[in-house]
């Protein structure tokens, strides 16, 4: 079992900049995919952007040029800078491991973090 723990949201300003970051347990981080999803209020819940182990990372056209993924290996971490901040923006953000193993390998979730912008 892997878990996933998520950090760093809060409230800021449009136009702000936040932080977030997923740590995960487990030995296989190097090997771990990471991807980042957002669940505004009411809505579903979109992929944001993702990592994986090789540092090949890919995002959503609404946050290109203004987020960027990046890992640590060594802290078994992947982060979020999320910069010029939007209102769009408000969500619940949530982390996703995908490590390999067994036939397919296994998804992990983290339980979110909030980030609100207000105007």
């Known amino acids: 079992q892997v878990q996933v723990v998520e950090s760093g949201g809060g409230l800021v300003q449009a136009g702000g900049s936040l932080k977030l970051s997923c740590t995960t347990s487990?030995?296989?981080?190097?090997?771990?995919?990471i991807t980042w999803y957002r669940q505004p209020r009411g809505k579903q819940r979109d992929l944001v952007a993702s990592?994986?182990?090789?540092?090949?990372?890919k995002y959503a056209d609404s946050v290109k040029g203004r987020f960027t993924i990046s890992r640590d290996n060594s802290k078994n971490t992947a982060y979020l800078q999320m910069n010029n901040l939007k209102l769009d923006d408000t969500a619940v953000y949530y982390c996703?491991?995908?490590?390999?193993?067994?036939?397919?390998?296994?998804?992990?979730w983290g339980q979110g973090t909030q980030v609100t912008v207000s105007s």
């Open positions: 996703k491991a995908d490590v390999p193993g067994g036939l397919g390998g296994y998804e992990y």
């Open positions: 487990g030995r296989s981080f190097r090997w771990t995919t």
């Open positions: 990592i994986n182990g090789g540092g090949t990372t």
